[in-house]
């Protein structure tokens, strides 16, 4: 499995980005793909995940009400909808995939084998 994130760019604050992380090689119903963000000098910190397959899905709290999930399974694609976008948004952000992950593991970026290159989302304030 091969990943690549895109949509990445500068916003003003209050603005929206849509990521999308398109996977080639096959997926199963029961991979979830993750969105991890990383800033400079800080670590790399769990943003959402959602299952393959649909639903259940899971937020960071700092996130919860501005973004928002989805996959378009014909086309191998995730999407990380991101809304009222602030600066401390502003990381790299990074899609991973995982196989048998439950809802508990999601934040755990051990979980996820398959890694993206990242895409960068700056916030301008």
């Known amino acids: 499995v091969q990943l690549q994130a895109f949509g990445g760019g500068l916003v003003q604050a209050g603005g929206s980005l849509r990521l999308a992380c398109v996977a080639s090689?096959?997926?199963?119903?029961?991979?979830?793909v993750g969105w991890f963000r990383q800033a400079p000098g800080k670590e790399r910190e769990f943003v959402a995940a959602i299952r393959w397959s649909g639903g259940p899905t899971q937020y960071t709290n700092s996130v919860k009400g501005r973004f928002s999930l989805s996959r378009d399974n014909a086309k191998n694609t995730a999407y990380l909808q991101m809304n009222s976008l602030k600066p401390e948004d502003s990381a790299v952000y990074y899609c991973?995939?995982?196989?048998?992950?439950?809802?508990?593991?999601?934040?755990?970026?051990?979980?996820?084998?398959?890694w993206g290159q990242g895409t960068q989302v700056t916030v301008s304030s």
């Open positions: 991973a995939a995982g196989s048998g992950l439950i809802i508990s593991d999601f934040g755990n970026l051990t979980r996820y084998a398959y």
């Open positions: 090689g096959r997926i199963f119903s029961n991979y979830a």
